[in-house]
């Protein structure tokens, strides 16, 4: 493909017979060509704007092209998709033959076809198809796949862009994408609605928590969308961290004696809080740009105080690329005007190094004069005298203004300035000298009294310098304190007088000046001279000069026809003239957001977001308070007994024994456990709280009443928290190598240890019908316990609408047992119910055995205390997931050692613990066996796990002063930390 | 009505000589006339990287950067943050770099129909789409020499059949399904030393910039961590999205999934505050009298805090003043180079014997009549120094789990100078 020959032939053909793109694509792309690379060949000089160039539309081609979108070869395919895109506005009517392979692959069962039909779709810009690609972007933002939601968000703009009227029902797709939970979506999403709709703030609200969460996990690209974006929200949303001090430096301004002003303790809103913690990270980006927008925020966001950290980044970034180097200085330049403590540390950074391109030295050199203070000043004035000495003479042109600015901004060194730059007065090149003596009026300006010497010195420059904006200088310097120099001043003017006509327009002007400020101060002296100046002007080829000639004369040279002003010449002439102010061309450019295009051009650029300014008063925070259902929770144990021949009815063996006939549970916790086994043993206990309550959420919620509504809430929260899983593992990565494996795997949803089960429950109003239970069809029934997770076993309830007689303020459920297995279950009963306050609960009979195949009904009594919601659990003890081995005490310990590094808990207990009690104890709460052992201090047990068969060493050593130490070795980490859990509790009763 | 777009709209590749020899548009065509203004801006500009990096024209902005003696230039209608665009296109340039091997005209032109492909990938509707280079190469598979070969007699393409599944993966950066004979992990712990030497050699500022590079070719997902005897010099660092950023917070250790093949996998930055020892030293004199058409020309070097390793691959360049219009010098080893357009000296050492220290004397003619040039040249050096990191960082160790087998591990560790100037 890469052959020049055949591209030249290719393309030959391609225009010279177009029937030779119709024939061979049109029966399979193979005929015509050789192969399907020269038809991509021919495609893509089709499709190459270079074409264009050369004068060769290849529009013509069209509908030979666009035949082939069904093609097969993914390649050819790609290429008309190209080409599509590329010549659809000029060939409306025939782009619209192809729209419908697009529709038909926007319902393809692989989601890359259906994302990438819609990519294809949207970006084809024909007004006609605008309700279709709506339609298509509607449904994909709904769509199954976070991929094509992406590719949505993607369409979002395109579309907006080929008709803005749809405005309105885009932002409703916007608001719904904006909602979603996944990494994925979030960058894209924001960047519609970036172009969109950026005034709408308040779709933020609802998801600027979730945002600032998902952060760290969104693609690089979208973090600066989003970090963009949420700098924006926080200036509409919070106070201002830094309002006492700013206070304070204006008060101080304004009047230093008032009394100090009442003022509110500044609390940070904990979502301004939120925003700055989760940004943080990301100024270790290897992405120049999220460093640089996670640096903005900082500077327009953050409490001075924190503000220092992005110092350290964005020096990091400096090394980067020239291009980055050079925006990352602009704004350091801006930002070190305001926080000049934060990059003072990295002065030396900043250094210049002869080989930076001038650009990036004049750069430098801005921030360092920002940075110069007392402290600093003698080591930056040294670098600055090397710069001096650079080939590079606009580099020192832009130093020399740098010590001028210096200068005026510490008054300690303006005198060693001012003599360094004197001394440059006496540089070969010109160049240099005109800038000095440009900074040197100006520095002159501030204390013109003490530097006569000075102006002495540059009055002899007049005979050599030639550089017309120095010349000037001087001779305004001279007419200005014409009063110090009284015996040079007529002198230069008389030099000048004689040069008159060859000077520069600019000099002539300030020879005319010069003239004009001696005649009034020395008029016996130069009182010829000035008439001769001002005759020369007069004739003067620049009218300017003319003018000004005309009026200085009448303003100065007493005549009868001379008005009113001549008597105010001196005043106007002589007045005194505030010292310029020399500035950093940087100062205020920070009212524009940082990092943005129009910071740097310091002009505002189309479609740029003003960054709004602090608001006085917080607006409400409530509004970003995601709706969490109210609702009283009641946990209750149903435990179902044992089906397998072993099983033992005496109660305390019940639930062991339901484990051990639970291999298909067991299997699928063994997985689980795996994916778990590598989490850190720290952040086990929390992990596993967060995972319970999304476990409650993920179970099969259930509700009564209310139904249709109830329904469609109810599947919401079912996807939402499937994604919110994904999130929480995602987000997790960091601390959990193996996650990835679990993240495509739900099962841990599964993980029958957490076994709960929500519903909602709408208790019915008592009816009063005949107290008989009569199955009826038409109830709605709700699964309590499903047939798999069951092993064999389902259970589901449902509201039979019936007064339940042992007590009349309960509500009658009948739950329903079936039992699927080809064992009998016996002993079904509700077990230690723990219940929320106020809610009771009236037990059914306990069902002895249910046979293989059967089904039977009870009725119980609940008390809901109208309330909602409670959940019901069956969770078997971690102790229970497990069965005693046999091992002697070197076996044990050959064991103990070679798991040392799985897991190993130590908890230390007080005094009074005897070998017997600990032995007790451990059975009870742990299926192990005792490992015989002569010793009377240290008991030791084995086992191993049911289902995976792995070893479980526990040991428990009683020390001398009758304290003890537990030891478990697991290496599922998970079933080992619960055990730890569980023994302990069961040693401290 | 055209309502401002965001993000990219259009990117022009320009040739040192001022061609435009590839664009790509991913909105509506914008007449290449719009380069002019760049032109312009390349035409002020004194040196090819003095043009600014962000021109306005009356509709568009265009920024550029320059890389391989190539622009990259990109065209937007309105705010975009700067960087945003120079980031993105400096990942154009590394994938090129990447599937090419170089990334100069005549690489692109030859592969053409991959790098138009590669672009339309990147970018949808103006806004990153794809730019990890793992996800990329399963859509369309880089050109080899064998492949071009196979694909011209056998007709099959470079586009992958397989869709890539990478882009749905919560790894988006690994590519699926990865399969190696031979598993082999290697880093390289790449240290740039700068700095700025005062006439007298005392040190202006030094800092250490350092990388590690690693290549990774490990059947499956493979989850490897990566620790360090003395984590505490890594106080700024960047990562590779891989990495575990939680982890590292907490433990200092580098815990991560590798992307397939080459990626760098952190960055960091040792500064002047922590004392950077200075490898290498030079002795000079440099003087020109006032009214002679003479000038000495004396420079020695010598290694200086190398831990023991031997300083390699010196070369010294130093641009000479505009007076000096000749040279006449003897270098004790190696080769020196004078040329006496651009004024610039080059010195090529070679390596550096301990015993027997490199030096370069002689004399400079200048302009007859000319003043004695009031600036003394500033002294570039580079030099190599293998096996050792300058910064003293060391990795612990490598650890693999997630996979069964063993695989191959190697670490290199190596000392450059970066912008390493003497002053004179």
């Not at chain 2, 007709?155 to 599944?165: A, D, I, K, R, Y």
């Given at each position: 493909m890469s052959s020049p020959l055949l591209h030249a032939t290719v393309c030959c053909y391609a225009f010279e017979c177009s029937s030779f793109l119709t024939n061979p694509i049109t029966y399979g792309y193979m005929d015509g060509f050789d192969s399907a690379v020269q038809c991509v060949t021919v495609l893509y000089w089709v499709c190459d704007p270079q074409m264009i160039a050369r004068g060769k539309n290849a529009s013509d081609l069209f509908p030979a092209v666009v035949?082939?979108?069904?093609?097969?070869?993914i390649e050819v395919k790609k290429l008309v998709y190209v080409y599509l895109v590329r010549y659809a506005e000029e060939q409306q009517d025939l782009a619209l033959l192809s729209i419908s392979t697009f529709q038909r692959g926007l319902k393809d069962p692989n989601q890359l076809i259906r994302a990438s039909a819609l990519r294809v779709l949207s970006s084809i810009r024909v007004t006609i198809i605008v309700p279709i690609m709506m339609l298509a972007i509607k449904e994909a933002a709904s769509d199954m796949s976070p991929y094509v939601r992406k590719t949505a968000a993607h369409a979002i703009p395109k579309l907006y862009s080929l008709d803005p009227e749809q405005k309105d029902c885009l932002i409703e797709v916007i608001e719904k994408l904006l909602a979603d939970k996944t990494t994925l979506v979030a960058g894209s999403v924001v960047m519609a609605f970036e172009e969109v709709c950026p005034e709408r703030i308040d779709l933020i609200h609802k998801n600027y928590r979730k945002l600032c969460n998902l952060l760290i996990d969104v693609e690089e690209w979208g973090q600066v969308v989003i970090i963009n974006m949420l700098t924006r929200y926080a200036r509409t949303q919070f106070?201002?961290?830094?309002m006492n001090e700013d206070k304070e430096e204006k008060e101080k301004k304004k009047t230093e004696a008032t009394a100090i002003v009442k003022r509110k303790p500044y609390v940070m809103d904990p979502d301004h809080r939120l925003l700055l913690r989760n940004t943080k990270p990301l100024l270790q980006s290897r992405n120049a740009a999220v460093v640089m927008a996670v640096a903005q925020l900082y500077f327009h966001l953050a409490p001075k105080a924190e503000v220092g950290v992005i110092a350290k980044a964005l020096v990091r970034l400096m090394r980067s690329h020239s291009e980055v180097q050079y925006v990352v200085l602009q704004n350091v330049a801006t930002m070190s005007i305001k926080r000049r403590g934060m990059f003072e540390p990295y002065l030396k950074s900043f250094y210049i190094r002869s080989t930076d391109p001038t650009q990036i030295k004049v750069l430098k050199l801005e921030v360092l004069t920002n940075l110069a203070n007392e402290t600093n000043i003698s080591t930056i004035l040294r670098e600055f005298q090397t710069y001096i000495k650079s080939n590079d003479k606009d580099f020192v042109a832009a130093t020399i203004q740098a010590i001028g600015r210096c200068a005026t901004n510490i008054g300690e060194v303006r005198d060693t300035c001012l003599n360094g730059l004197v001394q440059l007065l006496s540089n070969r090149d010109e160049l240099v000298v005109a800038e000095s003596v440009v900074v040197i009026k100006k520095l002159l300006q501030m204390q013109p009294e003490q530097h006569s010497d000075i102006i002495k010195h540059m009055a002899k420059l007049t005979d050599n310098i030639q550089v017309p904006m120095a010349r000037a200088s001087i001779l305004w310097l001279i007419g200005e304190y014409c009063e110090h120099v009284p015996k040079i001043a007529p002198d230069v003017l008389r030099k000048m007088a004689k040069t008159f006509t060859n000077e520069e327009d600019i000099v002539k002007l300030q020879i005319i000046n010069l003239a004009a400020k001696l005649y009034l101060t020395n008029s016996k002296q130069t009182k010829l001279l000035t008439q001769y100046v001002l005759n020369l002007a007069k004739y003067d080829q620049n009218y300017d000069i003319r003018d000004r000639a005309r009026f200085i004369r009448q303003l100065i040279?007493?005549?009868?026809?001379?008005?009113?002003l001549s008597k105010y010449a001196k005043k106007l002439f002589l007045a005194l003239k505030p010292a310029p102010v020399l500035e950093?061309?940087?100062?205020?450019?920070?009212?524009?957001?940082?990092?943005?295009l129009s910071h740097l051009l310091n002009a505002k650029a189309g479609g740029y977001q003003v960054l709004p300014d602090w608001p006085e008063a917080a607006p409400d925070p409530s509004v970003r308070n995601v709706e969490v259902k109210e609702s009283v929770r009641a946990v209750e144990t149903v435990t179902a007994r044992d089906r397998g021949p072993?099983?033992?009815?005496?109660g305390e063996d019940v639930k062991k024994s339901e484990k051990k006939s639970k291999p298909r549970i067991g299997s699928s916790e063994s997985e689980s456990e795996e994916d778990d086994d590598s989490e850190s043993e720290s952040s086990e206990s929390e992990e596993e709280e967060s995972e319970e309550e999304s476990e409650e959420e993920t179970k099969k919620k259930k509700k009564v009443g209310n139904e249709r509504l109830e329904n469609t809430r109810t599947t919401d929260i079912h996807t939402h928290t499937h994604s919110e899983r994904r999130n929480t593992h995602i987000l997790n990565c960091d601390s959990q190598p193996n996650t990835i494996a679990s993240v495509q795997v739900f099962d841990t949803i599964c993980k029958p240890a957490w076994l709960y089960m929500q519903f909602l429950l709408n208790p019915p109003l008592p009816v009063s019908v005949p107290q008989t239970i009569i199955p009826s069809g038409n109830l709605k029934t709700y699964e309590l316990l499903h047939r798999i997770t069951g092993e064999g076993l389902s259970v589901e309830y449902c509201f039979s609408r019936q007064p339940f007689s042992p007590d009349p303020h309960m509500v009658a459920v009948k739950i329903q047992f079936t039992n699927s297995a080809t064992s009998e279950a016996k002993s079904l009963h509700v077990e230690d119910a723990k219940l929320q306050s106020g809610m009771r609960i009236k037990e059914f009979p306990e069902i002895e055995v249910l046979p293989a195949g059967e089904t039977i009904s009870v009725v119980m009594g609940i008390d809901f205390s109208c309330s909602l919601m409670f959940f019901v659990s069956i969770q078997p003890p971690v102790g229970e997931l497990m069965m005693p081995i046999f091992m002697t005490e070197n076996e044990f310990k050959k064991e103990q050692g070679e798991h040392r590094n799985q897991c190993m808990e130590i908890k230390q207990y007080g005094p009074h613990f005897d070998c017997h009690a600990v032995v007790q104890r451990v059975t009870t709460a742990a299926n192990l066996s005792r490992v015989p052992c002569g010793s009377d201090k240290e008991c030791r047990f084995a086992g191993k796990t049911v289902t995976s068969g792995s070893l479980v060493l526990v040991s428990v050593v009683t020390k001398e002063d009758g304290a003890a130490q537990l030891t478990v070795n697991c290496e599922k980490m998970v079933i080992g930390t619960m055990l730890v859990k569980d023994i302990h509790q069961a040693l401290t009763q | 009505m055209q309502l401002p777009a965001k993000m990219i709209h259009s990117l022009f590749l320009v040739n040192s000589s001022g061609d435009i020899f590839l664009e790509k548009h991913w909105k509506s065509v914008v007449s290449r006339s719009v380069c002019d203004y760049f032109f312009e801006a390349q035409e002020r500009a004194s040196e090819p990287e003095n043009v600014p990096p962000v021109i306005p024209t009356p509709h568009h902005y265009l920024i550029s950067v320059l890389r391989h003696r190539i622009y990259f230039v990109a065209v937007i209608q309105s705010e975009v943050p700067p960087l945003f665009v120079i980031e993105f296109l400096h990942r154009v340039v590394d994938t090129f770099q990447d599937y090419f091997g170089v990334c100069t005209e005549a690489a692109i032109k030859d592969n053409v129909v991959v790098v138009y492909e590669l672009l339309e990938e990147m970018l949808d509707n103006g806004f990153p789409l794809a730019t990890e280079s793992n996800i990329l190469k399963e859509l369309i598979k880089p050109p080899t020499i064998l492949r071009t070969v196979v694909n011209t007699i056998t007709?099959?393409?470079?586009?992958?059949?397989?869709?890539?599944?990478g882009q749905l993966s919560v790894v988006p950066w690994r590519r699926t399904g990865v399969k190696y004979t031979n598993n082999e992990a290697y880093f390289d712990v790449v240290e740039e030393i700068d700095a700025i030497i005062d006439k007298s050699g005392s040190t202006i500022t030094a800092e250490i910039q350092g990388v590690i590079d690693a290549c990774v070719k490990l059947t499956g997902m493979p989850d490897l961590t990566l620790s360090f005897m003395n984590p505490r010099l890594l106080d700024d660092v960047s990562f590779h999205p891989c990495v575990r950023f939680k982890r590292w917070e907490a433990e200092r250790i580098l815990s991560f999934i590798p992307p397939d093949g080459n990626f760098r996998l952190l960055s960091y930055h040792v500064s002047c505050q922590n004392l950077v020892a200075i490898p290498v030293y030079v002795k000079h004199n440099i003087t020109f009298r006032e009214g002679s058409s003479q000038g000495r020309f004396e420079l020695t070097l010598g290694p200086k805090q190398t831990m023991g390793k031997g300083l390699e691959a010196v070369l010294i360049s130093s641009q000479l003043p505009r007076g000096v219009l000749n040279t006449n010098l003897n270098p004790s080893q190696g080769t020196y180079n004078f040329d006496p357009v651009t004024k610039l000296l080059s010195w090529d050492v070679g390596k550096i014997n301990p015993q027997k220290l490199p030096s370069l004397k002689g004399s400079m003619s200048l302009q007859a009549g000319a003043s004695k040039p009031d600036e003394n040249p500033t002294i570039n050096i580079q030099f190599k120094i293998q096996q050792s990191a300058l910064s003293g960082l060391k990795v612990n160790r490598l650890d693999m789990y997630g996979e069964k087998y063993k695989p191959f591990k190697g670490i290199k560790y190596m000392t450059k100078a970066g912008k390493f100037q003497v002053r004179t």
């Open positions: 035949k082939n979108v069904a093609c097969k070869n106070l201002n961290p830094n040279v007493p005549t009868d026809k001379s008005g009113a950093s061309p940087f100062k205020d450019r920070d009212h524009f957001q940082l990092g943005s072993l099983g033992p009815s005496s | 007709g099959s393409t470079n586009v992958g059949e397989q869709l890539p599944t």
